[in-house]
C-alpha cells in the first residue's frame, strides 16, 4: 500500500483553512491573503516536480544555483472547468551544462506523480531558460 496523506479542512460561509498534520496552515479562499483551489494545484505541482528534480540533479551530479517555474493552467469552457492546458516556464541560474539540465528535468516530468496525475486530463508542456 502507498503512502497516505491526510489534511484537515474547516470552513465558514465563504472562506477556510486547510491544517496539515504538521501543524502547517493555509488560508482558503478568494480574497487577499488566501489561495484557491486551482492555486494549490498548481502549487502542489510545482514543489513535487522541484522534489523530484532535486532527487534527479543529485543522481546525475547536475550543478544549478536556483530555480523559479511559473505556471499557467487553461481550465475548459465546460460547466466542469477541468484543466485542458498546463505550461511551466522554468527558469534556471548558475547551471554550467545546460543540456544536463534539460535532461534531468525532463527525467522529472515522467517521476512527478503530480505531473503525471495532471497529463491525465490536461496537455503539459515546459521550457526552461537559463541565466
Not at 489534511?7 to 489561495?35: I, W
Not at 475548459?76 to 505550461?87: H, I, K, Q, R, S
Request: aromatic letters at 8%; charged letters at 25%.
Amino acid at each position: 500500500m502507498g503512502e497516505s496523506i491526510h489534511v484537515m479542512t474547516n470552513y465558514a460561509q465563504h472562506d477556510g483553512r486547510l491544517v496539515t498534520d504538521t501543524g502547517s496552515v493555509v488560508m482558503l479562499g478568494r480574497d487577499k491573503g488566501t489561495v484557491a483551489p486551482y492555486e494549490l494545484l498548481l502549487g502542489g505541482l510545482s514543489y513535487c516536480l522541484f522534489r523530484t528534480f532535486e532527487s534527479v540533479t543529485e543522481k546525475m551530479k547536475v550543478e544549478y544555483e536556483g530555480m523559479d517555474m511559473e505556471i499557467t493552467g487553461v481550465k475548459g469552457d465546460d460547466a466542469v472547468g477541468m484543466l485542458t492546458n498546463v505550461t511551466l516556464q522554468v527558469s534556471m541560474t548558475g547551471a554550467p551544462d545546460e543540456k544536463k539540465v534539460r535532461k534531468a528535468f525532463d527525467i522529472s516530468t515522467r517521476y512527478c506523480s503530480v505531473f503525471n496525475t495532471l497529463g491525465k486530463i490536461a496537455e503539459m508542456k515546459w521550457d526552461i531558460s537559463f541565466h
